[in-house]
C-alpha cells in the first residue's frame, strides 16, 4: 500500500511493503528517487535490517544454532503496519513474529519515522529490543537518486560528481566480492570530489568506514542546480553504489558493514555489529536535503 505525506516543497510516496520511499518529488514534478525498473534494479530505497550486505555463505550462528538470511536482510521484504500518520509524516512499523525468528532469533520492533521539513525529509530507523537478551543488529539505509535527475536530455551521467562536506584521509574498505576484506583496506582523501562514471562501480560498491561522525554526501552536478545532500549522524560506514551502466547511484549510510572474508561467523564478532540491552533502543538518523 503507498502512502503520501507532503508540504509545500515535496510530496514523498512510501511503500508499507518494506516501509520504503518510492518517489520524492518537487512541487515543479522533479523527480529525485529512482524509478525501480527492473532492468538494472527492482527496488527504491530499501531500508536494511538486520544486517547491512551479505553473510558469509548466507549464514551466521548464535548460541550454537544456525541461521540462514539474504544479503541485507528481511525487513525490506515484509509488510509494516501504519503505527500514526499526519500530512507531512509518518510511522511504520515491523513486529518480530514466527517467520522473523527462523532466521534471526530476537524479539524487536523496528520503527521507521519519515517527517518533512521545507526541503528536507528525515529519517529516524528506531531499533526496540523487546527481548529478554541483548540483541545483536546493524541496520541502514540504500536510497537510490536519478543520475541525472533532469530527463530532458540537458544532462548526462558524467555531469554529477559526490562531494564531501567530511574532509580528510579515511579508510576504504576493499572487497573480494560479496565480502569485505579488511586486510585490505586503503586510504582514501575526501578532500576532492568523485566524479561519477558507469565504470567506477563495476567492480562494486565503495565504503568508506566513517567511525561515528556526522557525515554530509553532496550529490550535484555541472549543468543545473539541482541535487540532494544527505547527513547521516554517528554513522559508522558510508557506501556509493549503482548497477552496472544503471541511470542512478546510491548514497548509503550504514551503521554496520557486509561480513568479513575472514569471519568465524559468529553474530557477537560480526564486523560492525551493534548491540543493545533489554528495553532499550537504537536509532539510526540521516537527513535528505533535496535541491
Not at 509518518?90 to 519515522?113: C, G, R
Not at 558507469?198 to 554530509?216: P, Q, R, S, W
Not at 551502466?245 to 568465524?264: K, M, N, Q, S, Y
Request: net charge negative; with cysteine; glycine share 6%.
Amino acid at each position: 500500500m503507498i502512502k503520501t505525506i507532503s508540504n509545500e516543497h515535496l510530496k514523498v510516496k512510501i511503500n508499507t511493503h518494506g516501509a520504503e520511499i518510492n518517489s520524492v518529488k518537487s512541487t515543479d514534478g522533479l523527480e529525485y528517487i529512482w524509478s525501480g525498473d527492473k532492468k538494472y534494479w527492482a527496488r527504491h530505497a530499501p531500508i536494511l535490517f538486520p544486517i547491512v550486505g551479505r553473510l558469509k555463505d548466507n549464514q551466521y550462528t548464535y548460541d550454537g544454532k544456525t541461521y540462514e538470511m539474504g544479503q541485507h536482510g528481511f525487513a525490506r521484504d515484509m509488510e509494516f503496519h501504519v503505527l500514526d500518520q499526519g500530512s507531512d509524516w509518518i510511522d511504520l512499523q515491523l513486529v518480530s513474529n514466527e517467520e522473523t525468528k527462523k532466521m534471526y532469533p530476537f524479539a524487536f520492533k523496528l520503527v521507521i519515522h519519515y517527517q518533512l521539513d521545507n526541503h528536507k525529509l528525515s529519517t529516524n530507523i528506531n531499533v526496540f529490543n523487546t527481548d529478554t537478551k541483548e540483541m545483536y543488529f546493524s541496520v541502514g539505509a540504500h536510497p537510490a537518486f536519478n543520475v541525472p535527475l533532469m530527463n530532458d536530455g540537458s544532462e548526462q551521467y558524467d555531469d554529477y560528481s559526490v562531494k564531501f562536506a567530511n574532509k580528510g584521509t579515511y579508510d576504504q574498505i576493499q572487497f573480494d566480492v560479496p565480502y569485505a576484506n579488511l586486510e585490505k583496506v586503503e586510504k582514501i582523501e575526501l578532500d576532492q570530489p568523485i566524479k561519477l562514471s558507469h565504470e567506477l562501480f563495476y567492480d562494486d560498491a565503495k565504503v568508506v568506514e566513517i567511525k561515528n561522525e556526522e557525515f554530509t554526501t553532496i550529490l550535484s552536478n555541472d549543468v543545473s542546480d539541482h541535487g540532494v545532500s544527505m547527513t547521516a549522524y554517528d554513522i559508522e560506514y558510508g557506501g556509493l553504489w549503482s548497477a552496472k551502466d544503471a541511470p542512478f547511484v546510491c548514497l548509503e549510510p550504514w551503521w554496520g558493514i557486509a561480513d568479513d572474508v575472514h569471519t568465524d561467523g559468529k553474530i557477537e564478532h560480526k564486523v560492525g555489529i551493534n548491540k543493545i540491552s533489554p528495553d532499550k533502543k537504537f536509532t539510526a538518523k540521516y537527513d535528505l536535503l533535496f535541491f
